[in-house]
T-cell receptor, first 115, second 114 residues
Framework: AQSVAQPEDQVNVAEGNPLTVKCTYS??????LFWYVQYPNRGLQFLLK??????LVKGSYGFEAEFNKSQTSFHLKKPSALVSDSALYFC?????????????FGKGTMLLVSP | DTEVTQTPKHLVMGMTNKKSLKCEQH?????MYWYKQKAKKPPELMFV???????INESVPSRFSPECPNSSLLNLHLHALQPEDSALYLC?????????????FGQGTRLTVV
């Protein structure tokens, strides 16, 4: 089975500073990787995905992610953090379950951006 | 329209009640999902419908019963739930079962079993 790991429970960053939320993956075959964000008491919002092609993927709200095959990583980045970016972030990988494609999530990383 | 709509937003039910959660999408997606999420934990897959047929049942107790009346609607029928079933229930949809497609999530139903 495919899996992703998010090593940090929480990331703290000051507003205006760059942010990185880490994700590593373990897959057999080609990885199909996703980032989602969840604000309190809300559903998950899709940010970006890596399928193939450029290793730097640009997504919503100024976020981007860097795919690194040699390090099996897919870290989420933003050049300048906003207080409103504070939320729970999930990395996910497409997996095959009983022949059907499903999403498997990492445990999540809480991002706290201080003013 | 990239919206998945879930109703109700909040639900409180007793252990002997029967209730239903509803989910609707009009994006033409043919795969729909139910997830259960506990506080500050990742979503856990419960059911997958593909072309209105139940494709995956992740060993969910029979007190949860999914239904897909048509390609736009997904229901989750609840009966005789336990307090530990209290959670955020998320519905999602995607274009199909392709590996490269993202899923779109609804806002969720916050369920409390008393």
């Amino acid at each position: 089975a495919q899996s992703v790991a998010q090593p940090e429970d929480q990331v703290n960053v000051a507003e205006g500073n760059p942010l990185t939320v880490k994700c590593t993956y373990s897959v057999s075959g080609n990885p199909y990787l996703f980032w989602y964000v969840q604000y309190p008491n809300r559903g998950l919002q899709f940010l970006l995905k890596y399928i193939t092609g450029d290793n730097l993927v640009k997504g919503s709200y100024g976020f981007e992610a860097e795919f690194n095959k040699s390090q099996t990583s897919f870290h989420l980045k933003k050049p300048s953090a906003l207080v409103s970016d504070s939320a729970l972030y999930f990395c996910a990988v497409r997996d095959l379950d009983s022949g059907y494609s499903t999403l498997t999530f990492g445990k999540g990383t809480m991002l706290l951006v201080s003013p | 329209d990239t919206e998945v709509t879930q109703t109700p937003k909040h639900l409180v039910m007793g252990m002997t009640n029967k209730k239903s959660l509803k989910c609707e999408q009009h994006m033409g997606h043919r795969a729909m999902y139910w997830y259960k999420q506990k506080a500050k934990k990742p979503p856990e897959l419960m059911f997958v419908y593909s072309y209105e047929k139940l494709s995956i049942n992740e060993s969910v107790p029979s007190r949860f019963s999914p239904e897909c009346p048509n390609s736009s609607l997904l229901n989750l029928h609840l009966h005789a739930l336990q307090p530990e079933d209290s959670a955020l229930y998320l519905c999602a949809s995607s274009r199909g079962g392709n590996m490269n497609t993202e899923a779109f999530f609804g806002q969720g139903t916050r369920l409390t079993v008393v």
